[in-house]
């Protein structure tokens, strides 16, 4: 068994012996066995040579040699002297140096910077958009590449050209994730791309992945081809505020509606003085009890799915002040004013009360006095009639006696 195995071995030697001798800079496919040559190394024993690792899986340079013996299932020193490592792996990379002492006593050195690397498999665009609309933000897709190392990158294409995120018109949104145990990366490239009006009905996009090492042609999504939609064009939304002139008084009320005649209806979003309001869709902005928090320039925008934002023309709310003339010089203001003017209110309405007092209580005295006087005006009267009585008998008893 021993024996069968120093063969295959040997066999394992001859079929990587070429991509070993002569290279500093190795790379390495992960899983596959990689045989590095020491250079001046004796073909048979007895050898002096040792070889020293400084890898992901050491500390410090890890020393092996032919008398001794391996290392775990990592590496180990073949009969010729070269350094086998049966299935590299992500911890592998790192530098490997061998030093050698020929039979003619000559040293010779060997140096190897050993990098590995995953071919993932081919990428593909998951989640295909089934058409586009134009003038307005379209997800695309996303390419999706996985189980590669070192990560690489991916590339979106538009009819076979490369396609450039300018964050205006084209923009993506990359994710890499890692596998905790395997190392091996997942790339992911969600695509938004916003198309002009009246451009190309059709469109054709793909991805590709470029391999960090080695050098490789990339690799290519199958492409999907997308049909342009030109939605009609929107008529445009008018805000309506009442009052009309937008002024009000301090406590009034003010209100705002957005009039979209799209069907079905938008969403209506408000902004004031540039920021959007942090409000439920509305198509009515009331205001009540105004105050000078509410001043400002507001307007209101329409989201339809098949259409881009739409913003109204902007109306300005402002509020009428009423002017207050102040207090005099010598005046009290403020609280003082308030409590004479209360004072002087009180005080007036005592003198109304005692003026009607006044006025009852003389009415009264006038009545009694009129009703003692009424006898003594009778006496009065009856006297008078009676002097007149007796002046007129003298008179009468005259006339009678100068008669015939």
């Known amino acids: 068994m021993a024996t069968g195995a120093a063969v ?26 990689l045989v590095l040559n020491c250079k001046g190394a004796p073909k048979k024993p007895p050898q002096q040579l040792e070889w020293k690792l400084n890898t ?13 013996g391996p290392w775990d299932s990592v590496a180990r020193v073949l009969p010729n002297g070269s350094l086998l490592l049966p299935a590299i792996g992500i911890q592998d990379e790192g530098t490997f140096r061998c030093r050698a002492m020929s039979q003619n006593g000559k040293e010779t050195k060997s140096s190897y910077q050993v990098r590995v690397y995953q071919i993932p498999g081919k990428p593909e665009i998951v989640d295909p958009a089934s058409e586009l609309t134009a003038g307005v933000p379209n997800k695309v897709g996303t390419c999706v590449s996985e189980g590669g190392y070192p990560a690489g990158t991916l590339s979106w294409h538009l009819d076979g050209k490369p ?41 054709t996009f793909s991805c590709s992945f470029s391999p960090g090492l080695p050098r490789r042609r990339p690799l290519h999504t199958a492409p999907i081809q997308l049909s342009v939609w030109e939605p009609v064009p929107l008529e445009e939304i008018q805000l309506v505020v009442k009052p009309e002139s937008g002024t009000v008084a301090l406590g009034g009320t003010v209100t705002l509606t957005c009039e979209a005649p799209t069907q079905p209806p938008p969403q209506i979003h408000w902004i004031k003085d540039g920021t959007p309001l942090p409000l439920p869709p509305s198509a009515v902005l009331l205001l009540p ?4 928090q509410d001043e400002g320039t507001y307007s209101c925008v329409a989201t339809h799915p098949s259409h881009g934002p739409q913003e109204s023309q902007a109306v300005s709310i402002s509020i009428i002040e009423t002017v207050e003339e102040g207090p005099t010089a010598g005046s009290v203001g403020g609280p003082g004013l308030g409590t004479l003017a209360l004072a002087l209110g009180i005080l007036g309405g005592l003198g109304i009360v005692a003026l009607l007092i006044g006025i009852s209580m003389w009415r009264r005295w006038r009545h009694q006095g009129e009703k003692r006087k009424a006898p003594e005006n009778q006496e009065e009267e009856e006297e008078e009639r009676a002097e007149l009585n007796q002046s007129e008998e003298p008179e009468a008893a005259e006339s009678n006696a100068g008669g015939p």
């Open 8 to 33: 295959g071995a040997w066999a394992l030697v001859l079929s990587l012996w070429g991509a070993a001798v002569g290279s500093r800079n190795l790379t390495a496919q992960i899983g596959k066995p």
């Open 56 to 68: 992901g899986r050491t500390e410090a340079w890890k020393i092996l040699s032919p008398q001794g």
């Open 163 to 203: 396609l450039v995120p300018d964050g205006k018109g084209v923009s993506v949104k990359e994710e890499t994730r890692r596998h905790p145990e395997t190392g091996l990366f997942t790339l992911q490239s969600e695509l938004m791309v916003t198309p002009a009006r009246g451009g190309a009905p059709h469109t």
């Open 289 to 292: 009890e105004v105050g000078p």
